[in-house]
């Protein structure tokens, strides 16, 4: 018999941030897993198109509570205590928004994924695509793949789409919900940087604070101000202690009148840690590529030619106008385009905004979250003020944090089938794709559908009594709940 031939409990199409959390916790609740990814390495937006800015952020709400925890405090404590992680920040002027961060460098973040889904026995398949379901009546029974030697049908008793954009749902005839060409969000390609002079562009920081973004800080339920958050670019001798740096706007714009900066986005990057304290500069705002639909392939190839294009020029200005930038180079530019936006999946419960701004709460709460509503962003050179001043933009009140319900993970009608990472249902406005968000809904995916597959039921069954979930979660460290 090979690996083609066995029946699983659980099949995992798709190896992001979601899909690994998803195999790693479902095996752990006892499933015998098989985790399927199209490229050769796990990861997905978190490494080949990433890392993302922030990388693992927002595990606070800006009262300051833990509301994150589970695989992702797992994984950045495995990587701090090797030395590839830094610290979870919480510098008060971004703590009261919830902009905290940590981050971790994403080649031994791959490694250490690597390890985890063999310490715990799960059944990797690289290189394969997944290209349908197997299915009798409304009911998935498996998956057919596109292998290296050609196609073939996997049976497993409960399938997970962790595709980030529900290419599985969608074909297994899903409901699914996708904005059109004409409003999607802009895509991006990001590169990472090294050979920075931190000490020339530290001082440049310093003596103009006022050339940098501040509005995405200011929180209604909070006392922050833009002062504070100038103050703190003022007082910076330490790059990690930003977060970011977006805006050298005077700069930008004298780029801008002389044609060597393009209209499609601002200027600034994030940060990346390297071994020996090393910290690279990582773009992934200086392209962006609008009417892209990640559900039609010649729109992907125009978005990734077009981002190339738009990234050289930024790269140039970032050379010629930027104080430390000088002897700086490229060290990796990313080989999958960072899709912002895409199709959710209609489940038996679909978030909304309203649910995020009230902060609800769901006998079914399977993770916890304080991610804002309607982050949306365009493509021109104000982007993250355009975000600030969104009218669908909503805050969890008073600073606090939302319940994710279990059924947002269920699709309707279609049995035997579950959801996790950015597609899983909810409005445009309550998109749930920041990484915590796509490795707690992962998390309790993996865990449901190792349940389902243990007792024969279906995910849908599932909901009537979701305490034996909720009691796994608990024990794999996940936060369900916050005192009021
Ligand atoms: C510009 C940008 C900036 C961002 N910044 C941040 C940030 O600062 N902080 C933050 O927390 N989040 C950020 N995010 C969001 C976050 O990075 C992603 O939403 C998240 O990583 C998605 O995880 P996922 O598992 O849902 O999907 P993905 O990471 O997309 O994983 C899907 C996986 O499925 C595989 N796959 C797809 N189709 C198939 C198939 N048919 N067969 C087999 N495999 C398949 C893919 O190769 C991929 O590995 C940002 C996103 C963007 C676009």
Redesign the pocket.
């Known amino acids: 018999m090979n690996g083609f031939d066995v029946t699983y409990d659980v099949i995992i199409?798709?190896?992001?941030?979601?899909?690994v959390s998803a195999a790693i916790c479902g095996a752990r609740a006892g499933a015998n897993v098989l985790l399927?990814?199209?490229?050769g390495t796990?990861?997905?937006?978190?490494n080949?198109?990433?890392p993302?800015?922030?990388?693992?952020?927002?595990l606070f709400n800006p009262k300051g509570q833990k509301d994150t925890g589970g695989i992702v405090e797992e994984t950045h404590h495995r990587l701090y205590e090797t030395g590839h992680a830094l610290p979870h920040m919480r510098p008060a002027w971004r703590a009261k928004a919830g902009y905290t961060f940590s981050y971790v460098d994403p080649d031994w973040w791959t490694f250490l994924i690597f390890d985890m889904l063999e310490e715990e026995g799960v059944t990797l398949l690289l290189d394969?695509?997944?290209?349908g379901v197997l299915k009798d009546g409304n009911s998935v029974s498996g998956v057919r793949?596109e292998a290296v030697d050609g196609p073939h049908d996997i049976r497993g008793k409960v399938v997970i789409d962790?595709?980030?954009?529900g290419?599985?749902a969608a074909r297994a005839g899903c409901e699914m919900k996708c904005v059109s060409r004409d409003e999607i969000q802009p895509?991006?390609m990001?590169f990472t940087v090294d050979g920075v002079d931190w000490k020339k562009t530290l001082q440049y920081v310093r003596d103009h604070p006022d050339q940098f973004s501040y509005k995405h800080l200011l929180n209604p339920y909070t006392d922050n101000t833009k002062e504070a958050v100038y103050e703190a670019y003022s007082k910076c001798y330490n790059p990690i202690e930003l977060g970011e740096l977006m805006g050298f706007y005077e700069l930008r714009d004298i780029a801008l009148l002389n044609g060597d900066w393009h209209p499609f986005s601002g200027a600034g990057f994030?940060f990346t840690p390297k071994e020996g304290g090393v910290v690279q500069a990582h773009f992934?705002?200086s392209s962006q590529v609008d009417h892209c639909l990640p559900t039609d392939a010649w729109d992907l190839t125009r978005c990734n030619i077009e981002c190339r294009k738009q990234n050289q020029i930024a790269w140039r200005f970032f050379k010629n106008y930027v104080p430390g930038f000088e002897h700086a180079y490229i060290t990796k530019q990313c080989n999958?385009l960072?899709?912002?936006e895409g199709p959710r999946v209609v489940g038996d419960y679909v978030y909304t905004r309203d649910d995020v701004i009230n902060c609800a709460r769901f006998d079914d709460v399977i993770g916890m979250s304080s991610f804002r509503a309607g982050a949306y962003?365009v493509s021109s050179v104000d982007v993250l003020s355009a975000v600030s001043g969104h009218k669908d933009l909503g805050q969890p009140k008073d600073g606090g944090s939302y319940d994710i319900p279990y059924r947002c993970l269920v699709p309707k009608k279609i049995e035997n089938l579950l959801v996790?990472?950015?597609?899983i249902s909810a409005d445009r406005a309550a998109y749930m794709?920041?990484?915590?968000?796509?490795m707690i809904t992962?998390q309790a995916a993996g865990v449901a559908a190792a349940l389902c597959a243990r007792d024969g039921k279906t995910p849908r069954e599932l909901e009537k009594d979701v305490s034996e979930l909720q009691k796994i979660l608990l024990e794999q460290g996940a936060i369900l709940s916050l005192p009021d």
């Open positions: 199409c798709g190896g992001g941030t979601s899909g399927i990814e199209r490229f796990v990861g997905g937006q978190f080949v198109a990433g993302p800015g922030f990388t693992y952020s927002r394969t695509w997944v290209t793949v962790c595709t980030g954009e290419y599985i895509h991006t990001a994030f992934q705002h999958e960072r899709i912002r962003h996790a990472g950015k597609c794709r920041y990484v915590q968000q796509t992962g």
